[in-house]
């Protein structure tokens, strides 16, 4: 993929020792981006959804730490902040897996950098290097992923996909909508369907906007649309990302994506997932140990900005749901397409 066939925003950006974030929550009305000077900054744009998405969570989460640790005045005081900031920014969300991953990261790149007896100066800015290549390896991840997605469509097909895995939820190019942009530049036409993805609707407001900003072909349905569409025939294919895969090859993704597999299995549609193999978590062996966030209220009762239920009723707002790997036709990360024995064959990536 060439990088001028991408020109989405990008969600976090290092520039002069500072880190910008594109404030999601904004999102298609307004392009805002916020300056966090502290690893509480990051904190609380990851918690309250200013960046989302598995691989953008753990870019700006990497950069937290940096941003937690930059003020230490010795070497010793540098590495206990950099474990205090990341233990810290590991409580901000509990379900997508790419953020402990960031922070486990960080901390081992920090123990070395220790070891290395560099200046003081020089220790900190390694740390702010393995940020940088954190976020520019998701970048390439993402191209090998939208190669290895492209491969399984043909021209003129539809596409189902389900809240937003694109650019926005990345460092680039995103993971689910990573071969729509291949497919646009190559002269392929895929008519891509957003389900808009209640509550917060990341498939309205983000995947329908960077799509359709890049003049892919894109249409907003709402959620309940899903079955009607495949039942006319229109969907060829469905593509979701994930905040985490289970050893078995089970998968968290945002609320609703196990419905669009179901409802797809019924209509003989594959369902695709697509992950850079830092989602991939083999010490949780299936998707009933994936911790699944719930969230207020609020989303559900006050989601478009006016109260659409009554006062004091009973809500349940979990944030994702778990798609058992019978409904998965494939898994593609960036080390190629991988199908059921999901167990054995997500094992040996890491081999
Ligand atoms: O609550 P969000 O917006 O962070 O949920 C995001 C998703 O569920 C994405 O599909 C997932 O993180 C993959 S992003 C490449």
New binding site residues.
Partial sequence: MTTTSYTGLQSVIWHDDKLDLLDQRLLPEEIVYLPLETSEDVWEAIRH?KV????A?GIAAAYGVVLGSRSAESAEEWLTAVHKAAEYLATSRPT?VNLFWALDRMKARAEAIAAEGLTLEGTKQALITEAIAIQSEDEETNRMIGEHALSLFQDDIGVLTH???GGL??AKY???LAPFYLAKERGMNIRVFADETRP?L?GARLTAFELHQAGIDVTLICDNMAGHVMSKGWVNAVI????RVAANGDVA??IGTYSVAVLAKAHGIPFYVA?PLSTIDLNTPTGAEIPIEERNAEEITEGFGKRTAPQGVKVYNP??DITPNEYVTAIITEKGIIEAPFDVNLKKLFE
């Fill in positions: 959804l989302r998405g598995a691989p969570i997508a809240c937003n895995a939820a990345t995103g993971t689910a917060v990341q979701v990302g994930t905040d993704n945002k992950c944030a994702f």
